[in-house]
């Protein structure tokens, strides 16, 4: 396990691949057997859900529904572990210390295009009062922009949405040396999603950057590295439980 210094009452951690999405090794990890655990089901999106206590009162069948089809979760309930999933996407962990709330999020490319880093700190200052300057964040382990080799079509896409894209990528030489073009982009989506959290007011000297990449740390799981066709890889958790 990896661990986030990010306040005194918050517990922020990423799993590596012994662990994985096991819920009980990761209570037994935090000391928190008696916590509650969730994760949910993510697909891209820029869709953010907070764990309140109605949330908490549900059976599991209906808590796993409202958890479905969501990239970023949230709460302000103590003894509550949560955490999102990934394989080379980029999670993010956001603690608020003034209000006692947090967010795991889920950054893949798709996700970062659509800003659900600066969405969830939005959603944090709704529903909890959440002032940026006060947070601290970490982005864990995830894929480097040198592993990060796109088309320029997901280039495409980000600077269709507005980013400014020249500072965070890099042109190098294609590893499909057969293919053309011989040269393609790298994103440095780490350093895109950094610049979200320091847009919404988030200080630069309060976030904390993994320098892991997970697609040549194979202490990690990658998608990238691993999963081909219908063989699938395993995933990490990044999360957090408040104390």
């Keep these: 396990m990896l661990y986030y210094s990010l306040g005194n009452d918050i517990t922020a951690y990423t799993t590596d691949r012994t662990i994985g999405r096991d819920g009980a090794k990761i209570k ?102 959440t002032k940026p300057e006060q947070c601290t964040a970490a982005i864990g382990p995830g894929i480097s922009q040198e592993s990060f080799e796109v088309g320029t079509e997901v280039l495409d896409q980000f600077c269709n949405a507005g980013f400014q894209m020249d500072d965070v990528t890099q042109w190098m030489p294609n590893t499909r040396v057969r293919e053309q073009p011989p040269m393609k982009p790298h994103i440095d989506l780490k350093e895109v999603n950094r610049l979200q959290l320091m847009r919404k007011g988030i200080k630069e000297q309060n976030i904390t950057v993994s320098p892991i990449d997970t697609f040549t740390d194979e202490r990690f799981f990658s998608a990238r590295r691993e999963q081909k066709g219908t063989v699938k890889c395993g995933r990490i958790l990044t999360g957090f439980m408040l104390k």
């Design 28 to 129: 037994h990890e935090l000391c928190a057997e008696g916590a509650r655990f969730f994760y949910p089901h993510q697909v891209h999106t820029d869709r953010i859900y907070c764990i309140n206590e109605a949330f908490l009162t549900l059976d599991a069948p209906q808590q796993k529904e409202l958890l479905e089809g969501t990239d970023a979760v949230m709460t302000d309930i103590p003894q509550v572990i949560l955490g999102i999933s990934t394989a080379d996407c980029i999670p993010v962990v956001v603690y608020d210390p003034e209000h006692h709330a947090a967010a795991a999020i889920h950054a893949g490319w798709k996700g970062t295009v659509l800003r659900i880093v600066e969405k969830a700190i939005d959603e944090m200052a709704k529903s909890y009062g």
